[in-house]
Nanobody, 124 residues
Framework: VQLQASGGGLVQAGDSLRLSCAAS????????LGWFRQAPGKEREFVAS????????YYADSVEGRFTFSRDNAKNTVYLQMNSLKPEDTAIYYC??????????????????WGQGTLVTVSS
């Protein structure tokens, strides 16, 4: 599976961005997807996950209510809509796919495939 993340950029606090992650190489509906992020000098952390059908999502407390994770299985693409961005959201965002945990997971080790990351910078 190849994952291609896009949509990052430089925005101001309070602005919105939508990240996309396009998948290829495997039946998309057989995968759960997740977003993780890594800020400078910090460990990679869980952001959000979505199950194989898109019917179940889960968010980190830090983004709950501001971020929305969705998927379009017809387009083999997932989206992370990020609203009310804060400077602490600044990080490289990685999408990941799991063929084993179809309900999604908060654990990076339970994802089998990773994209290259897209940088989100939020200025104050």
């Amino acid at each position: 599976v190849q994952l291609q993340a896009s949509g990052g950029g430089l925005v101001q606090a309070g602005d919105s961005l939508r990240l996309s992650c396009a998948a290829s190489g495997r039946t998309f509906s057989n995968l759960a997807l997740g977003w993780f992020r890594q800020a400078p000098g910090k460990e990679r952390e869980f952001v959000a996950s979505i199950n194989w059908s898109g019917g179940k999502t889960y968010y980190a407390d830090s983004v709950e209510g501001r971020f929305t994770f969705s998927r379009d299985n017809a387009k083999n693409t997932v989206y992370l809509q990020m609203n009310s961005l804060k400077p602490e959201d600044t990080a490289i965002y990685y999408c990941a796919a799991s063929r084993r945990y179809l309900s999604g997971s908060v654990y990076s080790g339970q994802y089998d495939y990773w994209g290259q990351g897209t940088l989100v910078t939020v200025s104050s």
